[in-house]
């Protein structure tokens, strides 16, 4: 039996199925004020999976404009309840942001993981990612103490 799966974008009105799906799916519990700042932004986008009325799946960006380019959408984060991974659903959640992203005038999306992250290299290669093998180096700013 194939299992049908629907994406689409969040809203507002998704809060409560956020709230329930919670630390299943994202890294911590949601925090109700937080998600409804991220889904309130027309900059920020987070498209999610489901299987009937159950999420499954969510990938979240933000796409920004710069001076001197295009907009560009980078996905922030990426994730599949456990019991549907190897299913193509991360890779269907990651084209369907880049299209989102492009429908929005952005002129390429953009991903970074680590090379540790073997699950997260096959998704992002299945849904069209070119890897660019740049060596690149991540600095964190810890802003609050």
């Known amino acids: 039996m194939k299992t049908t799966i629907n994406i689409r974008l969040a809203t507002g009105e998704d809060i409560e199925v956020l709230e329930h799906i919670g630390d299943r799916l994202f890294d911590d519990c949601i925090k109700t004020d937080r998600a409804l700042e991220f889904l309130n932004d027309n900059r920020h986008h987070l498209a999610l999976a ?38 193509g659903i991360g890779k269907g959640l990651v084209r369907y942001l880049c299209q989102h992203g492009k429908s929005l005038g952005c002129s390429e999306a953009w991903v970074l993981t680590e090379k540790s992250n073997l699950a997260a290299q096959k998704t992002y290669e299945g849904a069209d990612g070119v890897d660019t093998n740049a060596s690149l180096v991540l600095y964190e700013f810890p802003l609050v103490k």
């Open 50 to 87: 489901f299987v009937e009325e159950e999420v499954v799946g969510m990938v979240s960006g933000v796409h920004y404009v710069h001076p001197d380019k295009e907009p560009q959408l980078f996905i922030n984060e990426l994730s599949v309840v456990e019991a549907y991974r190897n299913m």
